[in-house]
């Protein structure tokens, strides 16, 4: 029997309506940028696999770090405990994260990254003797689906059954180069209204919203004036980070530094669920008291996983070693390149791209996750490129060894769109 139909019968797949969605696509192999399905077809994987897959699949430099790594320690519990792989972690990433980050907090994926640091920031100020309720939140942003960060995300399609179960959350829309002063006054009588612990929000990017950027001025005086009314802000580069935008992390490119951080996707390579809230020191002290609770209870079964570590410990040497470095380069080269492009083809409505992330906008009309959505999701399944169109924007966000020929047939298949689609 096929793997499609062995898959009906048990499995709940995520993001799925069952009753109306075709069947999944089986993947047997998996190599660099390519992915290879059960009936021998090609793929290649045009958004890394959910942003994961940054070096590439089976990276070998990762698979040897991490069969090392299992072959002398596997697992240990992290409450009480410490290993060699969260150390080392927690010591490379301070010598890439933004200055202010001081401390590691470790989970085992980006919504429970998130959720810590809703925790961190609310329990903060509970420290502090103040009582803070509410967040702040950018418009249309994704967070993850656990009900503090989910309360956090702005796209309705995923929120409506809960909405009676969520935190307390203002939003604001995000900054352009003209909305700013209006902005800041929808900001001043939200921190006037209400008692605000702290902004959330994906900086410079916007990955579920259908990779909408944000302008960078505009989102430096917004953290400035979180920060003088004690709000701490948390930067989810969860999508963000590790070198797609440009930079190490999307924060690098801003003035002002985030108090908190949220690290995941990858963090790994890909290759394993891990996460990491970062905080400051100012923070972390904050939980430092003669009253055992007012440390941070809070825990996951795997944080830091010793062999999520070490496939991380890899990938940040990956990260800017030579060989990506001239690779991340080229890919923005080639991006910026094509849309110059395409950007005055008439069913185009707006292209953009920064660091390795590349966004088309269609002038075509669709739901998010409606019948013409799904047919674009085919075509380019047809033309061996699996990427997942977000409403009516198709994007690329290819692992950083994606070869010459692999990236050409990720735009021919965007020019393709362009002559068929109406
Ligand atoms: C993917 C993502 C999350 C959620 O991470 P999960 O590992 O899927 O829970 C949160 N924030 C951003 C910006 C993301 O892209």
Redesign the pocket.
Known sequence: MKLTQRDKAHIWHPLTQHKTASAPLAIVKAKGALLWDEDGNEYIDGIAS??TSMYGHCNEVITAAMTKQMQGLDFVMFSGITHLPAIELSERLMEILPSNQAKIFFND??????EAAIKMALQYHFNCGEKRDTLIAFED??????FG?MSA?GIASYNAPFEDFLLKVERIPVPTASNLAEILKTLDQILEKNSCAAFLF?PLV???AGMKFHDVIGLDVIIKKCQEHKVLCIA?????GFGKTGTNFASDQLTEQPDIM?L??ALTAGMF?L?ITSCTLKIYDAFLSDEVHKGFFHAHTFSAHPIGCAAAIAGIELLNSPEILVKRQWIEGSHQAFVEKIKEHPKVKNARCKGVILAIDLNIEMDRYGSVRDKLYQFFLDRGVLVRPLGSTIYLLPPYVITERELEKCYDAFDDVLKVFK
């Open positions: 959910w942003y994926n980006g919504s429970t990254a998130v942003g994704f967070h993850g689906d656990t960060a995300s994906e916007q990955g579920a989810d580069e969860i999508m963000t949220c995941s996707k669920p996460s």
